[in-house]
């Protein structure tokens, strides 16, 4: 197995699209969710890649082999103004515990320095002891006072025909 001087860790390019997109098929599983992913590679490739990007990507790589990755994107805070939201940190199974996450987590916390964000904020499932870990050995604040809404796709659309918009 390489060794973690062998990781190269950098923006996704456009074919890695396949890659990323079976890194967030492997995270949905180990979140007992794989049912629940709807993205395509197609998608994925245009919401990166495409003319309008929504999100930037990091990709850890070794050998060519995507190993790992970090998807996030701007948001905006009325308090602090511009921030970073770091939507998902992924490392293949059998490269964790390699210093992998961390690369990626650096990458992104030094985008968002660079950037000027008021904040980087991120989530992590309350039973994902290791993430929980990982984020405390970085001296991150775990705030458990907020609730976490959403709608799905298919629930907004209710909403609007409810609402006859």
């Known amino acids: 197995m390489n060794s973690p001087d062998q990781i190269v860790v950098d923006f996704a390019v456009s074919g890695d699209a396949p890659g990323l997109h079976a890194l967030i098929k492997?995270?949905?599983?180990?979140e007992n969710a794989g049912d629940q992913v709807i993205l395509t590679t197609e998608?994925?490739?245009a919401d990166v890649f495409?003319?309008?990007?929504?999100?930037?990507v990091y990709a850890a790589k070794i050998e060519g082999e995507i190993v790992g990755m970090a998807l996030f994107y701007g948001k905006y805070s009325t308090?602090?103004?511009s921030c970073?939201?770091?939507e998902d940190l992924i490392v293949s199974e059998k490269w964790r515990g390699k210093g992998i996450g961390t690369s990626l987590?650096?990458?992104?916390?030094k985008y968002a320095a660079q950037t000027n964000a008021g904040r980087l904020e991120w989530q992590v499932l309350d039973?994902?002891?290791?993430?929980?870990?990982f984020y405390n050995k970085l001296e991150a604040v775990l705030?458990?006072?907020?609730?976490n809404c959403k709608l799905t796709r298919e629930q907004l659309s209710q909403l609007m025909r409810k609402n006859g918009l």
């Open 84 to 86: 970073v939201y770091l």
């Open 50 to 56: 495409g003319a309008n990007p929504k999100c930037k």
């Open 127 to 133: 039973w994902n002891e290791s993430g929980i870990a």
């Open 79 to 81: 308090w602090t103004g």
């Open 43 to 45: 998608e994925l490739h």
């Open 143 to 147: 705030d458990d006072s907020w609730v």
């Open 26 to 30: 492997e995270l949905a599983v180990f």
């Open 105 to 109: 987590f650096l990458e992104v916390a």
